[in-house]
């Protein structure tokens, strides 16, 4: 397949974007500056990129608490998302939520559940929603393999097939759910894929370490799912290069198979891709790093600073103002 | 007009439904069968597939995608066939519905109405007779109401409706056939204030649900042994309405908490520490609690008939205030 120019440049930015974020983030936690833990991300940005470069103006979209550096691809801040990672002022939630919590209604993010796979039928709700509105928006839904085998999953993704909802499940599977491997976990290779068949779902099988793949595959279920066909699962295949939270060594496995996996760099792939078109020079790669590292660097700067709470708040936002309609 | 308990639910969500688009309506069964309590009969054929869908058997799923398609506008009102069965979607209502705009911020809001079945029903047994307003006293962000008229219970479903924020509605089985005279016109009922059922001026009962009722016919068998007591249905369990309640005790210097659930852990429970908290220099006595035994509401019908409070219970309760 052919791509444009711009589409490609514009998934290389959000690629490295997100790759520099959660390289970032690692680091900030082990500062200190993060209240809670942290699910670094950190190669599994294809799953992400690839997806939401389908997107368009008006969709929705249920992000997870691994690649946070997904909520900048949908157009929220740096200086908003590391606010909320901090529990400052000049996040969404002012202090109340956090790291698992980012979210930006405006841009059509749903927040999430702290009970994985809770928030899958609260999207799949959301997909309602839009449905009504006949506007040929959608939700993306992510969630990861471990997730995939919660009961409120299986009654969303029923639900959403006999619905017809405009819902794309994206089932990031990086083998591990903390320390249980995905064939623990579920009895047939594929948790995404392999089970939309029961729910009427087509699905799709990529290799999360190619971002142009995962984007063919999603521009082709976001079609199916917005023309009004009905939910879809794209399942992105990769691994989970770190710990399933920060301070996790991760000596449950095989250091030697993490080792081929960092090979299989998302980044480098599409950076080899780019310079062998000649569309990226490595003078151009350079200046796209700096530039981001900068923008990452000011959202940062910017939550160091940015206010605390005030303890007498602590009671806002139970209930909504006005209370009634 | 005269309608019954459901039927006065069932004009509060029709008239709901018309004045506002966004409002839908889903759960098991509710769309052509209309509930299988029949208070939903009628919606489906006027308002359309769109906005008045049956669900798959799905629990989880039905609180959640409440939550999503409120946070994201529309106002819907849902069905838990049996309040027992919001236990299946305790997280979903613990952690989500309640919490959601917490944990988000300001931009986000949950106008969304669970309306369930709940009390018992002469031998629906122990999963589905259960009264479980005090489960979900823990978790802030909850507004929860249990009317005990069909007046009530139109006027607030109504209001709950409209709230933009997520209410529980727990509609009483045994009330659902009873008939009442309610106004033609449209009328609505704050959230959050209590009804004087009976004033009174030596002792206080605080009943809920079912139990206001059996309070009622207690309070006239009193009266006739010449104690004049006090009935006061709070209605809206979350948030109280504790202006009224402490005026009443601080009048009658005794109160007796009456409810149709279980008794440890109860509402009584929570409300008796209250009082004794904020009014301990006011009373003459100490709280009385009068509820349903700790056992799983037996099948049996004699068995359920003496595990819930009747007029006798809450009457020698009374008793030992004086």
Same mark, same amino acid.
């Given at each position: 397949m052919s791509y444009p120019k711009e589409k490609l440049l514009e998934m290389y930015r959000s690629l490295l974007g997100d790759r520099i974020l959660e390289e970032r983030l690692i680091e900030l936690y082990a500062?200190?500056? /993060?209240?809670?833990?942290?699910?670094?991300? /950190?190669?599994?940005?294809?799953?992400?990129?690839?997806?939401?470069?389908?997107?368009?103006?008006?969709?929705?979209?249920?992000?997870?608490?691994?690649?946070?550096?997904a909520y900048s691809d949908v157009g929220v801040s740096y200086r908003h998302i590391f606010c909320e990672i901090l529990g400052r002022m000049g996040g969404n939630s002012e202090g109340k939520g956090g790291i698992n919590h980012i979210a930006d209604k405006d841009k059509g993010v749903i927040g999430m559940a702290g009970a994985l796979g809770c928030d899958i039928a609260i999207a799949t709700g959301v997909s309602y929603a839009l449905k009504l509105q006949s506007s040929g928006n959608m939700v993306y839904c992510f969630l990861g393999d471990g997730t995939t085998s919660r009961g409120p999953v299986h009654e969303a993704m029923n639900w959403a097939g006999v619905w017809k909802l405009p819902i794309l499940y994206i089932v990031n599977n990086n083998e591990f759910s903390i320390s249980t491997h995905v064939s623990e976990g579920c009895s047939i290779p594929n948790p995404g894929a392999g089970r939309a068949a029961g729910y009427g779902m087509p699905a799709k099988l990529v290799d999360a370490t190619d971002v142009l793949e995962v984007y063919d595959a999603a521009k082709e279920l976001s079609d199916y799912v917005r023309s009004g066909n009905g939910p879809a699962v794209l399942e992105t295949k990769g691994y989970r290069w770190r710990g399933h939270f920060e301070g996790d060594q991760a000596r449950y496995r095989d250091a030697a198979v993490a080792n081929e996996w960092h090979k299989r760099d998302c980044v480098k792939n599409l950076e080899s891709y780019l310079k062998e078109k000649?569309?990226?020079?490595?003078?151009?790669?350079?200046?796209?790093?700096?530039?981001?590292k900068a923008a990452i660097e000011d959202g940062i700067a910017f939550a160091e600073k940015a206010e605390q709470p005030k303890l007498s708040a602590i009671y806002d936002n139970i209930f909504a103002e006005p209370y009634e309609n | 007009?005269?309608?019954?308990?459901?039927?006065?639910?069932?004009?509060?969500?029709?008239?709901?439904?018309?004045?506002?688009?966004?409002?839908?309506?889903?759960?098991?069964?509710?769309?052509?069968?209309?509930?299988?309590?029949?208070?939903?009969?009628?919606?489906?054929?006027?308002? &359309? $597939?769109?906005?008045?869908?049956?669900?798959?058997?799905?629990?989880?799923?039905?609180?959640?995608?409440?939550? &999503?398609?409120?946070?994201?506008?529309?106002?819907?009102?849902?069905?838990f066939m049996y309040s027992d069965f919001?236990?299946?979607? @305790?997280?979903?209502?613990?952690?989500?519905?309640?919490?959601?705009? @917490?944990?988000?911020?300001?931009? @986000? $809001?949950?106008?969304?109405?669970?309306?369930?079945?709940?009390?018992?029903?002469? &031998?629906?047994?122990?999963?589905? $007779?259960?009264?479980?307003? $005090?489960?979900?006293?823990?978790?802030?962000?909850?507004?929860?109401?249990?009317p005990s008229t069909a007046y009530d219970a139109k006027g607030l479903l109504k209001s709950a409706i409209r709230s933009n924020n997520p209410v529980l509605f727990f509609e009483q089985k045994q009330l659902y056939q009873v008939?009442?005279?309610?106004?033609?016109?449209? @009328?609505?009922?704050?959230? &959050?204030?209590?009804?004087?059922k009976r004033p009174g001026k030596d002792v206080t009962i605080i009943?809920?649900?079912?139990?206001?009722?059996?309070?009622?016919?207690?309070?006239?068998?009193?009266?006739?042994?010449?104690?004049?007591?006090?009935?006061?249905?709070?209605?809206?369990?979350?948030?109280?309405?504790?202006?009224?309640?402490?005026?009443?005790?601080?009048?009658?210097?005794r109160a007796v908490i009456v409810e149709e659930s279980s008794k440890t852990g109860g509402l009584g429970a929570e409300w008796a520490a209250m009082i004794q908290e904020e009014l301990y220099d006011s009373m003459d006595a100490p709280v009385q609690r009068v509820a349903a035994l700790d056992v799983p509401l037996p099948y049996n019908v004699a068995y359920e008939v003496a595990a819930i409070p009747d007029a006798d219970r809450i009457i020698s309760a009374v008793k030992t205030l004086f």
């Open positions: 500062q200190g500056w /993060v209240p809670g833990h942290i699910h670094s991300g /950190v190669g599994e940005e294809a799953s992400y990129t690839g997806v939401l470069a389908t997107r368009r103006e008006g969709d929705c979209y249920k992000f997870t608490h691994r690649n946070v550096s000649d569309l990226l020079s490595d003078a151009e790669i350079e200046a796209i790093r700096e530039e981001t | 007009m005269l309608v019954t308990y459901a039927q006065a639910i069932n004009a509060a969500m029709k008239e709901e439904m018309r004045r506002d688009d966004k409002m839908v309506i889903f759960g098991e069964d509710v769309a052509q069968h209309g509930g299988i309590f029949g208070v939903t009969r009628g919606l489906w054929d006027e308002f &359309g $597939s769109d906005r008045v869908k049956n669900t798959p058997v799905s629990e989880n799923a039905i609180a959640a995608v409440g939550v &999503g398609a409120a946070v994201f506008g529309l106002r819907p009102c849902i069905e919001m236990l299946v979607a @305790y997280n979903e209502i613990f952690q989500s519905v309640s919490k959601w705009r @917490y944990l988000h911020g300001p931009q @986000y $809001s949950v106008p969304l109405v669970i309306r369930s079945a709940a009390g018992s029903a002469f &031998g629906a047994g122990a999963e589905h $007779s259960n009264c479980v307003e $005090s489960l979900f006293l823990h978790s802030p962000g909850l507004t929860m109401i249990t008939k009442e005279e309610i106004p033609d016109d449209e @009328y609505l009922i704050p959230i &959050g204030v209590a009804d004087i009943a809920v649900g079912l139990m206001v009722r059996r309070a009622l016919e207690a309070a006239e068998k009193l009266a006739a042994e010449g104690i004049d007591a006090e009935v006061i249905d709070p209605r809206t369990i979350a948030p109280l309405d504790r202006e009224t309640l402490f005026g009443s005790i601080r009048k009658t210097h």
